[in-house]
Structures are given as C-alpha cells and as structure tokens.
T-cell receptor
C-alpha cells in the first residue's frame, strides 16, 4: 500500500458543487501539504500544516479550505468549485526534522487526484 | 522571496544523447535545500536528489549527475546516454532551512522527450 493515499483519484464535477479531496499517510510525518499542478506552472502550494493545530495558507489558497483531522489525515475542500480549479492535486508529507542521511526535508507525494470542473 | 526558474519548457533528444536540464533559483537565505523530482507519464512524483546549500560537491548517480554552483545560483541536472524511459517532466525545487525543509517552491518543470 502507498504511504500517502489520496481519494478520489479522479473526479468530474459541476460548477458550484462542493468537493473534498482526502489524504491519509502512514509515514508518521507531522507535516502535510496540498499542491496543485497546472501545465506550465509547476506545482503551487495551496495549504500546509506543520502539525494538527498548525495550518497555514500557501501561495494560492483562495477558493480552498483544509482540515487536519489527525496527524495522518489532511483534507482539501472546494466549497463551490469553478472551472479554473480543474487541475491535478497532490498531497505530500515531510518529516519535521532534517535528518542527516535520511529524509531531509524532501516531500513524499501521493499519487495525485485529477479534478475536472465542468 | 524565493523563486525557481526552469527556462526550458520542453526538450526533445534522440536516445543515447546527453541532455542537461537547467535550474536557476533565487533566495535570500544562506542555508537552503535544492531538489529534483521526476514525473513520468504515469503521473507520480519521484524524488531524485536533495542538495544542501553548504555542500557544493557535484553528485553522480549512474547516468544522472547534478552540478550545483552557488556563484550562479544554478542546480543543473544532466542525463548521460539518455533512454526512452527518461521521458518525463522534471521539476527543480527549493526550500528554506527556516522551514526545516518541506514547503518546497517548485519550478515550472521541463518536459523531456527521448525518442528512440
């Protein structure tokens, strides 16, 4: 099983609908992130959480909200989806500390959730 | 502000050619981390390398090599003797020591196509 799991993997919805993308992880990491990928724009940070009680806006948070239900779960919501939110969404985790020889600030990604808003 | 620029949007080569993917970054931090990720056609993001700002030693891993030059704020990635399986989008990314890593800022990505 994947260490970082995203559901759903694919979703088609209509403008104005509420959508939730869920992410769960078994890596035991404190930090979780939601990124959005658009062609030619790379990955842009939507929200991030350094622990359960710490949630921060990223570069492009407008139109999105998040919930950190537990250390292992971080959900992204689109309260009223619009077509320009059509994108590939990635959840990621990272360790709290830079560990020499181990994971060192790198992100571990889920497999992505492709969202299409009509 | 931090920024990563990958000026090459698309690169196309023929198998066995060498290819270099450019990455230029901007940061005011003196301690930072640089990364490369690969995104094959299947869509997942695969970690390739992390480099600390205080370690300018170049690194080689099989056909992959990375050239880090603080003087030019560049962290370029070279694939030697490219193969069709190298076809993917490659992302360069930057994070600040103050964030203990994580919270990566990504470049726009370079799509590499290796033709047989």
């Amino acid at each position: 099983d994947a260490d970082v799991t995203q559901t759903p993997r694919n979703r088609i919805t209509k403008t104005g609908k509420r959508i939730m993308l869920e992410c769960s992880q078994t890596k035991g990491h404190d930090r979780m992130y939601w990124y959005r990928q658009d062609p030619g724009l790379g990955l842009r940070l939507i929200y991030y959480s350094f622990d359960v009680k710490d949630i921060n806006k990223g570069e492009i948070s407008d139109g999105y909200s998040v919930s950190r239900q537990a250390q292992a779960k971080f959900s992204l919501s689109l309260e009223s989806a619009i077509p320009n939110q059509t994108a590939l969404y990635f959840c990621a985790t990272s360790d709290r500390y830079i560990r020499t020889g181990g994971s060192a600030g790198e992100l571990f990604f889920g497999e992505g959730s492709r969202l299409t808003v009509l | 502000a931090q920024k990563v620029t990958q000026a090459q949007t698309e690169i196309s080569v023929v198998e066995k050619e060498d290819v270099t993917l450019d990455c230029v970054y901007e940061t005011r931090d003196t301690t930072y981390y640089l990364f490369w990720y690969k995104q094959p056609p299947s869509g997942e993001l695969v970690f390739l390398i992390r480099r600390n700002s205080f370690d300018e030693q170049n690194e080689i891993s099989g056909r992959y090599s990375w050239n880090f030059q603080k003087s030019t704020s560049s962290f370029n990635f070279t694939i030697t003797a490219s193969q069709v399986v190298d076809s993917a989008v490659y992302f360069c990314a930057l994070s600040s020591w103050r964030n203990q890593g994580g919270k990566l800022i990504f470049g726009q990505g370079t799509e590499l196509s290796v033709k047989p």
